[in-house]
């Protein structure tokens, strides 16, 4: 297995991690067994095309976001880059393997936390969690 960093690597935080899962190239529309309920809360950024918000909480002062995406693990971060580079977050940090990714991305005090890891079982999703936190 091979890896490629996008920058210093992470420290481990359980509770700000996002994890998405999937394989496949990107999709517009999600496989039957990633078709989960949508909530009417969203994250303040954009999010790649096709994803599905299904989940939100909050812990230590970060929003953790629960979000499906059409893809494979290496599409959804490719998206996700871009989408976010739309916003004004640069990458600050991660890592991409065969089977999951995790990425760091900032803008002045805020911050986007991102772990993506393939869905078991269910080909062309991604389940992400998605931190959103602003530093002190």
Sequence with gaps: MSRRHAGPALAPVPLLLLVLAGCGGMHA?????????????????HL??????????????????????????????????????????????????????EAEFGRGRSIVRLRLTELHGCSGAIDARLATLRRP
């Design 48 to 101: 790649p095309t096709g994803s599905v918000v299904y989940g939100r909480r909050t812990s230590l002062g970060a929003t953790l976001w629960s979000v499906v995406t059409p893809g494979s693990v290496e599409s959804v971060v490719a998206a996700y880059k871009s989408k976010l580079h739309a916003d004004g977050y640069a990458v600050t940090g991660g890592e991409v393997d065969e089977h999951d990714a």
């Design 29 to 45: 529309t999600l496989p039957a067994c990633a078709q989960l309920t949508a909530i009417s809360a969203a994250p303040a950024v």
